[in-house]
Every structure is written in structure tokens, then in C-alpha cells.
């Protein structure tokens, strides 16, 4: 589905109001304190934006994922960014959507378009890094089960959420790769350890060491067949690189805004500071970045919806929108001189929130390598 101008319109003035009602001041109230934004949350929920990506079929918005890049987009730019939004919907509705069965988009799909369901991602490993090949955790069968036993690390709000959806080794092919395979897994599934990653900054959203002691998962849980776990993870992993460009826009414009206005308004001699070219440009700059990353983010979205092949676009979209959130940060910091750091102010606490997805979930060295020889056809160095 396309949406036309006055339907995104419309996405953006209702999404912006719920979450303007909430404010910076609720983000940074549940990231100190180690809080779900539930609140938030049900709140889009009930308004029908968590699943706007969705199948209608399956209680979803249908309108794919143009409309979550809208929704991710317009919480940032209210300053409550939502990386559940990337996680559930995003990365494992995606991917559901795609290669699940009619049972399993009738079980999982449902309730995660309400709202009442949350699936956490479950693929990093502390030795594998961006090498999914070398995943060491393994599902093996016996009867009408897996047991799956291994490590994962990094895994983003696994304790709010009611399952994990876990990519495993199930097998190896003749060059020694993992063959993967993916298991809807209940978080409360005996066997399944899960730890607290402990960060320098917090947000909402935590990430934990989460580790799988022979963990019974029924034959029915399998994702998209057993070995086919890598061209179906692909299938979540480019709408990830896509909503947390959504979000680096968001927090972009949140942060041109706050610079912008306070440009206007500061006067230190006889005019406001925003008439200073040497204020002025930078900004000037910093919206021509943000522009040319929300025109490919755009573009990635519509790639994805439209069944291609959005890989080259998704990962450009995420390059070019984290180094422009990074950049209108740190000049709305700069035009707020030290009140730029203040908790008041709200600047510098989302700049570490965005510095984050410069080099996660893929490093920008890794989007290069896949630019360079997807798009340039250089030959592969890795």
C-alpha cells in the first residue's frame, strides 16, 4: 500500500500529538530510572500504530513498511524515540510476515499488531560478531522437539518482551557455515538465563546476555524451514537498518528544532544568533543531511514494500541518517552553548542515544564492504 500525501499527513499530526503528550521528559524519566515506556506504548497501541506494518489480515495496519518508517520517525521527532517499534513490529513482524505460516502469523502476528505481544531478536554472539557463519548455538531435534543450547549477547528488551525469536545452527554445509534455522521461544522457557548488559548511558530499552542450557522448544515454533534461517532473517534485518534511520531522522529534526528556535530567540548583541552566518550554515548543512538521509530512507521503505531487493537502500539509509542525527546534535549542542548539556535542555543525553546506531547493528565498515562490492562490484574483502 502507497500512502498518499494527505494519509501521511494525517500518520504524522496523530502520531507527533500522542507522543508530544509524553515529551523528552518521559524518555529520560524511564532511561534513568530503567523503565518500559508502557505507558507510551499502549497508547500508540490503542491508536493502532505499533502494527501499522502489519497484514490486515492479521490485525495489522497494512500499510507496510512506509508507515512504521512515519510512526518511528514522528516518536523520535516528539522526543521519545521507540526502539520496540524496530524489535517486535519491525524486525520479527517483518520477517514473520514473509515466511511464517498462516498458524503462526494467526498466533504471533495478531497480538503483536495489538500491542499485547512483544518479540525480542535474538541473533549476536559474543564470537561471531557481523560473521553469522560462525553462530556457535545450536538447535538439534529429538522427536517433536529442539533443544536449543548456546549464547546470545546484546539482545535489546528481551525482559519486556513475551518470547524470543532465536537463530541457531542446525546443520553445516560443505564449507563449514552454519546452516541457521529461527524458533519463536518463550522468554519463560525453562532452561533460558538471561543478564543485564550494564552501559554507560541507559535507555528504555535494555540489552542482556541471554543464555539457552537445553532449552525445549516445540517442532511448530520453526520459522521459514529448517535451514533457510539466514534468507529469512535478511527479510527482518533490512526493515531494522530501516526504522533506526526513521528514528536517527526523528531525533534529528527534534534536535534542528530545538537549535532553530533558540537561534531565533538568543540575542547576544543586536541581533538573534541564528543571523550569523557562522550559526546559520552549520544548521543550514546540518538540514541538507537530514533531508538527503530521510529521501533514502524513503526509499529504502519503499523498496522493501514493493518486494525488492532493499538491501543496498536500507543500508545506506542507515549511514546516512546516523551521521546526520550525529551532526544535528552535536550543532544544537553548539548553538545552546553550555546549556547544551543541561538536563533541561534535553540535547546532549540524546546524543549518546544516537551515537549508539553509528555502529550498531551493522558498523559502518560493514556497509561499505556491502556498497563497495553490491554496488560498485569491487571485488569482496572478507
Known amino acids: 500500500m502507497i500512502l498518499s500525501d494527505i494519509e501521511e499527513a494525517e500518520l504524522r499530526s496523530s502520531v507527533h500529538g500522542i507522543v508530544a503528550g509524553f515529551g523528552n521528559e518521559y524518555f529520560t524519566h524511564c532511561s534513568e530510572t530503567l523503565q518500559h515506556p508502557t505507558e507510551l506504548w499502549d497508547a500508540l497501541a490503542a491508536g493502532g500504530f505499533v502494527g501499522v506494518n502489519l497484514p490486515e489480515e492479521y490485525g495489522g495496519g497494512g500499510m507496510g513498511l512506509s508507515a512504521m518508517n512515519v510512526v518511528a520517525e514522528e516518536a523520535a521527532a516528539a522526543g521519545c524515540p521507540q526502539i520496540m517499534l524496530m524489535i517486535s513490529p519491525g524486525i520479527v513482524g517483518s520477517l514473520l510476515s514473509r515466511h511464517a505460516s498462516h498458524e503462526q502469523k494467526r498466533q504471533w502476528l495478531a497480538p503483536m499488531a495489538a500491542g499485547t505481544m512483544k518479540i525480542a531478536f535474538a541473533i549476536t554472539e559474543p564470537d561471531a560478531g557481523s560473521n553469522s557463519h560462525r553462530l556457535a548455538t545450536t538447535a538439534h531435534r529429538d522427536g517433536d522437539k529442539y533443544f536449543i543450547n548456546g549464547q546470545k549477547t546484546y539482545i535489546t528488551a528481551a525482559d519486556q518482551s513475551d518470547t524470543l525469536l532465536v537463530v541457531t545452527r542446525t546443520g553445516t554445509d560443505a564449507q563449514g557455515r552454519a546452516q541457521l534455522s529461527l524458533f519463536l521461544v518463550d522468554r519463560d522457557t525453562p532452561g533460558i538465563d538471561m543478564h543485564r548488559i550494564p552501559m554507560t548511558f541507559e535507555i528504555t530499552d535494555k540489552s542482556f546476555t541471554v543464555f539457552f542450557d537445553n ?84 526509499q529504502a521503505a519503499t523498496s522493501y514494500d514493493a518486494g525488492a531487493d532493499a538491501g543496498e537502500h536500507s543500508n545506506m539509509a542507515k549511514f546516512l541518517s546516523a551521521d546526520a542525527a550525529i551532526r544535528c546534535l552535536d550543532q544544537a549542542i553548539e548553538v545552546h552553548g553550555g546549556a547544551g548539556f543541561t538536563r533541561e535542555v534535553a540535547l546532549a543525553n540524546m546524543y549518546e542515544f544516537v551515537r549508539l546506531f553509528k555502529t550498531v547493528p551493522i558498523s559502518r565498515e560493514m556497509i561499505l564492504n556491502h556498497v563497495a562490492q553490491h554496488s560498485l562490484g569491487l571485488p569482496r574483502s572478507y
Open 215 to 298: 532449552v525445549a522448544v516445540p517442532a511448530d515454533r520453526l520459522v521459514g524451514g529448517e535451514g533457510n534461517g539466514l534468507r529469512v532473517a535478511f527479510d527482518g534485518m533490512n526493515p531494522e537498518r530501516v526504522i533506526i534511520a526513521a528514528i536517527c531522522n526523528g531525533v534529528s529534526r527534534y534536535a534542528l528544532d530545538k537549535a532553530v528556535a533558540y537561534a531565533r530567540e538568543r540575542t547576544v548583541w543586536q541581533v538573534p544568533i541564528g543571523a550569523h552566518q557562522g550559526i546559520a550554515h552549520p544548521l543550514a548543512e546540518a538540514k541538507i543531511a537530514l533531508e538527503a538521509a530521510r529521501l533514502m530512507t524513503r
